[in-house]
């Protein structure tokens, strides 16, 4: 990759332009797994986050600055993302896209098995990671970069000849776990680890979510996963971003209320995202990420707040 050409060209554009005031300008870096396919999330107010391809996606990003805007911060929130890729196709496609401003605050992850022809192998991963890593804080030194470490597939682990067959539900999210850590061990400008992947089996093992689709969904519990038993449901994705709320801002996921305005928009229940908030606290608090805070937002849904938040 001719990263020190590419360089140019971006500094030659971003010399000439200019930036909106905000007090953080994040970045999303994804496949659809950021921009929530297979949900009612891929579209959701896409016109509070800047979608730097143009193909009109909300997804993981919304829902994010959704948070952020209740939480009293001031956040600008664009998002650059490609099915079915991983890093390596940003750093070949992408970087006069992403170069375009310097941001404050970028999350990314890679393929959802690490690597498309090897499944667990970070390596390719932990290169990439790095690369944009170096890219990144070309742009901006202080650019702090966080790594979404993503869920255990159903379709991996209960369907045979799959490469976590017959394991745990929970190995999967374990495995991709470990890759992360390792990238965000070498590669440069990255804070932490979103633990994505643990907040769903957290969720599993609470009993809010069922472990497995393939023979029906228990009553009274969620599917995390949507109806490929891949990609996320409208439950996975807005545990995601809880997560990525909770590990950016350091603020406890479950100050936002269970009340929350993207919630009760999306049609979940009270109980539903209580259950969600505090999976995403647990996990962040064992990551050393957040500390337990009070409820900083109304008790009670207005309609109108929610929708006026847009």
């Not at 971003?14 to 870096?29: E, N, P, R, W």
């Not at 579209?43 to 939480?71: C, H």
């Not at 890219?135 to 970069?145: K, T």
């Not at 350091?250 to 009340?259: E, H, I």
């Amino acid at each position: 990759m001719k990263l020190v050409s590419a360089l140019l060209a971006i500094f030659t554009l971003i010399s000439g332009a200019t930036t909106a005031a905000a007090d953080t300008d994040v970045l999303f870096i994804g496949n659809s797994f950021t921009f929530g396919y297979g949900s009612a999330t891929r579209f959701y107010r896409a016109d509070t986050v800047t979608d730097l391809n143009n193909e009109g996606i909300g997804g993981v990003p919304a829902l994010f600055k959704s948070f952020t805007d209740q939480a009293g911060l001031d956040y600008d929130v664009s998002l650059e993302t490609r099915g079915g890729s991983g890093l390596d196709f940003h750093l070949e496609n992408k970087l006069g896209v992403i170069g375009r401003q310097p941001w404050d605050k970028v999350v990314m992850h890679g393929y959802s098995t690490l690597d498309r022809d090897k499944p667990g192998n970070p390596n390719t991963l932990v290169t990439t990671a790095d690369q944009m890593g170096e890219f990144l804080q070309s742009i901006n030194p202080d650019v702090e970069v966080y790594l979404t470490s993503t869920w255990s597939r159903a379709d991996l682990t209960y369907q045979p000849d799959r490469p976590w067959t017959g394991k745990p539900i929970a190995q999967m999210a374990l495995d991709v776990r470990a890759g992360y850590d390792k990238a965000a061990a070498s590669a440069r400008g990255v804070k932490s680890v979103n633990a994505v992947g643990e907040a769903w089996t957290r969720a599993m093992e609470m009993g809010l979510a069922d472990t497995n689709p393939y023979d029906g969904i228990e009553q009274g519990k969620i599917d995390l996963w949507t109806y490929d038993h891949y990609h996320a449901s409208i439950f996975g994705y807005y545990l995601e971003a809880l997560v990525v709320f909770g590990n950016l801002t350091g603020m406890d996921p479950r100050s936002l209320g269970d009340n929350e305005c993207s919630a009760y928009e999306l049609g979940m229940s009270r109980p539903q995202v209580k259950a969600l908030q505090q999976a995403a606290f647990d996990q962040l608090e064992e990551d050393g990420r957040v500390s337990p805070a009070p409820l900083v937002l109304p008790k009670s849904v207005n309609p109108e707040r929610c929708f006026s938040a847009r």
